[in-house]
């Protein structure tokens, strides 16, 4: 679904990513893990065309998207929740998701069919996102994703400053995209939760890949993960 080969990138002229490569199948569930400043958010960046790769290849879906504009990266198939959310808050919660709804070549997903994933946004659908929770603008930004007919997600810090019980609703959904063949990349300074829910793990340590693996191995593995991540 995503592949990702040798990329670097630079803010101006700092390069903060050596040679990446990552790869996602369809319905796979990938951690990226890392420090802070590691280059996890750039890496989602450059996927989608925020901030272009200088130099190596990114192909979704067997297209190459490296110099794709952002719209048309999206209009793919490939969906971003932001770690700062970026929901319109002076606008309702019905009318945040009605905004995000577009064809792919991808399964689409109904209204009603996320209200039912995340239901307490049935009963605030009416109301202005600047009134919500946290927890809640999290699930109108899933929501919203899911509503763009995705083939592949892309999460950044998708538990950050959330209840336990909201983060525990964010994994299982995160579950159920790979049950209905929806990809994720997932980025989670939470590294127990995110290697509950992967198939496999990247780690990121000063802009190059310094570990690639199975889940498992990471999450049975409390010493290597403390190794690795210095956590």
Known sequence: MLD????????????????VSLTVAPGEIVCLLGPNGAGKTTTLRAILGLTPARAG???????????????AIARAGVAWVPDDRRIFPTLTVERNLAIAIKRTPFRAWSLPEVLGCFTALEYLRHRDCENLSGGEM??????????????LVLFD??????????????VG??????AEGVAALLVEQNAPTALAVSDRVYVMDRGTIVHEGPARELRDDAGRRRRLLGV
């Not at 990702?4 to 040679?19: K, M």
């Not at 999290?138 to 083939?151: D, E, K, N, W």
């Not at 959904?173 to 790979?178: A, F, H, M």
């Open 4 to 19: 990702v080969a040798g990329i670097d990138v630079s803010y101006g002229e700092t390069q903060v990513l050596f040679g």
């Open 57 to 71: 290849r990114i192909r979704f879906a067997g297209r190459d998207i490296t110099r794709a504009a952002t719209h």
């Open 138 to 151: 999290q699930m109108v930004a899933i929501a919203r994703a899911l509503l763009g007919s995705p083939g």
């Open 157 to 170: 810090e998708p538990s950050q400053g959330l209840a336990p019980k909201v983060v525990r609703d964010v």
């Open 173 to 178: 959904l995160i579950g159920r995209l790979k």
